[in-house]
């Protein structure tokens, strides 16, 4: 037998995601020696690749694009409708959310755009648009109230994956509210049977060389007058470094953008490729493998072949997709054993997570899910509570998807919980009782 | 007078005497309030049984009923399964008991009459295997299991069934809407005079006359009956059935729940079926979901036997009510063991006819049945039945899926699907990649789902909704619940439906709530896992904000 490796930190990261790639980054920018232990990608590289950090809960379905409020403003709001909410538990660590994705997007700077004062509105393969607090470059000249000019989807010949005439005539609508002219064009790359491919297959075919550009002067050509800007599939390579946006806009000779993606997400695979090299150049250590059994941070822990010690630890782990909460007869966390609450409107509590699947659920499947949104109870300072409602172990945080009280899809809060999350979980991890 | 028969309900008894009743020669409507076979047919077991249990009491019935699966056979080859069945011999006790040997030996000769009967529904005859051979046909049984005999049964698409009827009356002249509800029963005079209706998707209303109505809406039928001043005794009772992903047995297994009910375990497609629980049932039938209770009395049934059932993965949870006769009265005939008809004359409703009970097995004799007594109130002289000698459509020149695929650019396993669900249809189906190759992508690697397929039925098959095509061909019914299909088939049936981009939005919403329901009761493990993939990938087509 191969007797482990040790390693010593103060700060260990469990998962590898948005929530704990931020941690760690925080951590290590505070100063703190970190180590990240992540077992395998998780609903960070499944997302669409734009971060939503929360739509304006009061927001009235037909106002202007232009009224929408800013991130903050609209998580404030949420915070007050939903007292189980992360935003909401926070308090007036909420207020960090500027500084956490100023942070965010400084960390994963090459692949994704600047914030805005407000949302961007980005569309959706669905022919919606969502409001976005953070996008990756290749998406943001997709934004609706970005467009100078008219707005053209472009479907690809020969593939069915995206109809770019439904997506074109569903956008239409948000002309009323400020949003652009849209058209839809159908453009013969030249790249050969397409047809049977599948998105990470197109992608993959993109990034050969001379694809991107072929892609991109198909698109030139078949521009209407008065384009502004062009949508397409959300295909454009899988690796960051191929820049395939880059090389399609720069042969189209316009600003071409990504739609948001669905499952399986190549936007969503290279965030997760941006996240893995932020880490590999803020020099924070990362370990393969998994936590099980663990009993809070100063014992040392096994992952993988290595044995590490930490102080402090922060838990970002994920929800079901992560691993970070699992369900089998009754919701539990895998790694640590913390109990797991389920929030069923104001009444939230431990007791519930051994309820049967469909008391914790509501007939109506769009809103919110008690099961679907169920997680860790934290304090203020994301420290998970016992059943009690005391802090479960010294030193012990908890960012992103595991902390409970949210869910992606009935509030729109997914990055955007993780980054704010795991941005104020990382440095107070690595400044314990500092700065408090 | 508009038509000669009003049929109302499109489960396997409204369509199969729609298709009875157009082949020879009336004018039919068919009205169903949703889509065909989403009451009790659909959600059945799917067994065409032979009726092995009328054996002792009734030969002659389980003559009848086994000559009919011989029937549907012929006429839908390509829809049928073979499930042959193990009962285990269990023994509570640590060496066998002369009871236990007792029950055995009946059991044996029980199903050694049965076989007498087999030949007529092609059936092969039963065995008795030795512990030893059991264990080697199905290593997951638990351990101490004495032997077993084998029982041969047929299964069938249930849903598929249905529509295949109902196209096949479409083709004999009669006229069928779905999504379309029989408010009411009008009469006048003693006798029934037509029916009024609703399209629940244009809300068109409207009356159409006949001088007969069927009422064949199975669970629905007391609470119609009771708005058009007549009266359908009936015990309706919920059964739920459970689909595991992956095969957990070879073969059907028989078993015992908790209380002694007989239960089953089979294999379909790449899934596991147990089922089922039979509780009364008296709350309002459009709202039958699982309850937690069902799922883990089933689990715990199948469990018994298969242990490894334990640790399944559970997709979904789906019930239909039976409809038990109320008291068995004194019947005419023999089949009508398991079923009545009820005239509306006692009722000064002449002309309706309301049916209660009647097996899925015996769908095809029950038909015929309606149909005769449909002629004689209509006065009209008898015209022989054909319902057992014309294929359904697709039933005939069934191709090999094997060539179909090397004919053509899809992979075998995908061929035999599309052959397993539309027989000789499937030709049809795959000369559209000829047209257009893209309709060649697979939108559902898990149910071997082609476009062309989608396509295909929504030309062909009456679809109204996205969720119809649930029915028709599996659209997101499998463990992966509509992650990789759902978008791209909303937009398929969109483009060939002419539904506007908020339409398109609202059938995926629509699909997405059918299967949420089934899956409610039973998100654990992996499959909750796969819920909140599919919910995060489905969240910007119908979020809230
Ligand atoms: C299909 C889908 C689409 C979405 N789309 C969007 C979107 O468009 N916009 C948006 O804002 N949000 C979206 N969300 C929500 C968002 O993706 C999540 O809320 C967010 O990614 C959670 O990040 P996380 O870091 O907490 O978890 P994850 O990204 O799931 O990471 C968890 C990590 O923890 C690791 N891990 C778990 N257990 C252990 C263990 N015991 N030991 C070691 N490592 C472990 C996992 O391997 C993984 O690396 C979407 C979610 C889904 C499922
Ligand atoms: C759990 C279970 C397992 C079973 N297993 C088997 C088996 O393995 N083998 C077998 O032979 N039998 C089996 N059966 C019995 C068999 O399914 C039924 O006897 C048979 O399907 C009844 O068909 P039907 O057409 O009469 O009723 P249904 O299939 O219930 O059809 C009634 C239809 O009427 C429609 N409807 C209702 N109201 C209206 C209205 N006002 N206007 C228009 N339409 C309306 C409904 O939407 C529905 O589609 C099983 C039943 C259950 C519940």
Redesign the interface.
């Known amino acids: 037998m191969v007797s482990p490796r040790a390693v010593a930190a103060e700060v260990l990261v469990v998962g590898g995601g948005m929530a704990g790639t931020i941690a760690a980054l925080a951590a290590r920018e505070a100063g703190a020696r970190v180590v990240l232990v992540r077992r395998a990608p998780g609903a960070t590289a499944l997302s669409s690749g734009a971060v939503g950090v929360a739509p304006d809960p009061f927001a009235l379905p037909g106002e202007p694009l232009r009224a929408a409020r800013g991130p903050l403003e609209a998580a404030r709001r949420l915070a007050r409708l939903r007292p189980d909410h992360p935003y909401a538990v926070l308090g007036d660590r909420l207020e960090a959310l500027p500084d956490a994705l100023a942070f965010a997007t400084r960390a994963l700077a090459p692949l994704l755009a600047p914030p805005l004062e407000r949302p961007r509105f980005l569309a959706t393969s669905f022919g919606t648009a969502v409001p976005a607090a953070l996008c990756q470059r290749s998406q943001a000249a997709g934004d609706l109230l970005a467009v100078g000019g008219a707005l053209v989807v472009a479907g690809l010949a020969g593939h069915l994956g995206l109809d770019a005439a439904l997506v074109a005539a569903s956008l239409e609508r948000y002309r009323a509210r400020g949003g652009p002219p849209t058209f839809a064009v159908e453009v013969d790359a030249g790249l050969g049977e397409l047809g049977l491919l599948r998105p990470h297959e197109l992608a993959r075919r993109l990034e050969q060389p001379g694809a991107a550009e072929a892609l991109g002067a198909a698109i030139r050509a078949a521009l209407p007058a008065g384009a502004g800007a062009v949508l397409v599939a959300p295909v454009l390579g899988l690796r960051p470094e191929a820049q395939v946006p880059e090389r399609v806009a720069g042969a189209a000779g316009i600003a071409v953008a990504e739609l948001l993606a669905d499952v399986p997400s190549m936007p969503g695979v290279r965030l997760q490729a941006a996240l893995e090299a932020a880490l590999a150049a803020a020099g924070v250590e990362v370990v393969q493998g998994a936590i099980q059994g663990a009993t809070g941070p100063g014992a040392p822990i096994a992952a993988g072949a290595t044995e590490i010690t930490a102080a402090r630890w922060v838990l970002a782990t994920g929800r079901f997709v992560g691993g970070g909460i699992a369900r089998r007869g009754t919701l539990r966390e895998p790694a640590l054993g913390l109990p797991v609450q389920a929030a069923e409107g104001r009444e939230a509590g431990v007791d519930l997570a051994a309820r049967p699947a469909a008391s914790l659920t509501g007939a109506a499947r769009v809103g919110p899910q008690p099961l679907l949104s169920a997680g860790l109870r934290v304090d203020a300072r994301l420290r998970p509570l016992d059943a009690r409602g005391r802090p479960a172990a010294e030193g012990l945080h908890a960012a992103g998807a595991v902390v409970g009280g949210h869910e992606h899809a009935s509030d729109g809060t997914g990055l955007g919980v993780a980054i704010l999350t795991g941005y104020l979980a990382g440095r107070a991890a690595a400044r314990p009782g500092g700065g408090e | 007078m508009d038509y000669d028969v009003i049929i109302l309900g499109g489960g396997v008894n409204g369509t199969g005497t729609a298709r009875d009743c157009a082949m020879r020669g009336l004018r039919v409507l068919l009205l169903e309030k949703a889509d065909f076979g989403v009451g009790a047919s659909g959600n059945s077991s799917g067994m065409i049984h032979g009726g092995i249990r009328y054996m002792l009491s009734d030969r002659h019935v389980t003559a009848l009923a086994c000559r009919d699966s011989g029937y549907i056979q012929r006429i839908a080859p390509h829809l049928l399964f073979r499930i042959p069945f193990l009962m285990p011999f269990t023994s509570r006790a640590e060496g066998a008991t002369l009871r236990d040997r007792a029950a055995w030996y009946a059991t044996e000769v029980y199903v050694g009459t049965y076989d007498l009967f087999q030949p007529l529904k092609h059936g092969k005859p039963s065995t008795r295997l030795s512990a030893e051979e059991l264990y080697r046909l199905e290593p997951g049984l638990r351990p101490g299991l004495r032997g077993a005999v084998t029982l041969d049964e047929w299964g069938i698409d249930a849903f598929r069934l249905c529509a295949l009827n109902a196209l096949s009356a479409r083709a004999h002249g009669a006229e069928l809407r779905t999504w379309t509800a029989g408010r009411e029963i009008l009469a006048e005079g003693g006798r029934v005079r037509g029916v009024r209706f609703r399209d629940a998707l244009t809300g068109e209303e409207g009356e159409a006359r006949a001088p007969v109505v069927f009422n064949a809406t199975g669970a629905w039928s007391p609470a119609l009956a009771r708005r058009s001043g007549a009266a359908v005794p009936m015990r309706p009772g919920k059964g739920v059935h459970l689909t595991l992903d992956r095969r957990y047995s070879n073969y059907g297994v028989i078993l015992s729940a908790v209380d002694g009910r007989q239960m089953f375990v089979m294999p379909h497609e790449d899934e596991s079926i147990v089922g089922t629980t039979d509780d009364d049932y008296y709350g309002d039938p459009d709202d039958v979901?699982a309850?937690?209770d069902e799922v883990e009395y089933l689990v715990e049934g199948a469990a018994s036997l298969l242990p490894g059932v334990r640790n399944a993965r559970i997709t979904r949870a789906w019930c239909g009510l039976r409809t038990t006769i109320y008291a068995y009265g004194p019947n005419e005939d023999a089949l009508s063991r398991e079923h009545q008809l009820h005239d509306g004359a006692a009722f000064g409703r002449a002309g309706l006819l309301s049916l209660v009970g009647g097996k899925l097995a015996s769908y095809r004799a029950q038909s015929q049945e309606v149909t005769d007594r449909i002629l004689a109130l209509l006065g009209r002289a008898p015209v022989p039945c054909r319902t057992h000698e014309e294929p359904l459509p697709g039933g005939d020149e069934v191709p090999d899926p094997a060539a179909l695929a090397r004919a053509h650019p899809v992979a075998a396993p995908i061929a035999a699907r599309l052959v397993y669900r539309h027989g000789g249809r499937a030709r049809e189906i795959l000369r559209l990649l000829e047209e257009d190759?893209?309709?060649?992508?697979?939108l559902c690697r898990d149910e071997g789902i082609l476009?062309a397929e989608v396509v295909h039925c929504v030309r062909h098959e009456q679809v109204r909704r996205l969720q119809d095509l649930r029915r028709r061909c599996r659209l997101a019914v499998g463990a992966c619940a509509g992650?990789?299909c759902a978008?791209?088939a909303a937009?398929?049936a969109?483009?060939e439906l002419g539904w506007?981009?908020?339409q398109?939005?609202a059938e995926?919403?629509d699909l997405?709530?059918a299967g949420?329901?089934e899956r409610?009761?039973?998100?654990?493990?992996a499959q909750?896992?796969q819920?909140?993939?599919v919910?995060?990938?489905?969240?910007?087509?119908?979020?809230?904000?």
């Open positions: 979901e309850t937690n190759p893209r309709l060649g992508l697979v476009a992650l990789d978008r791209v937009q398929l969109g483009r506007s981009p908020e398109v939005r995926l919403a997405l709530d949420w329901r409610r009761p039973i998100l654990d493990g909750l896992v819920e909140e993939l919910r995060g990938a489905h969240a910007a087509a119908g979020a809230p904000w």
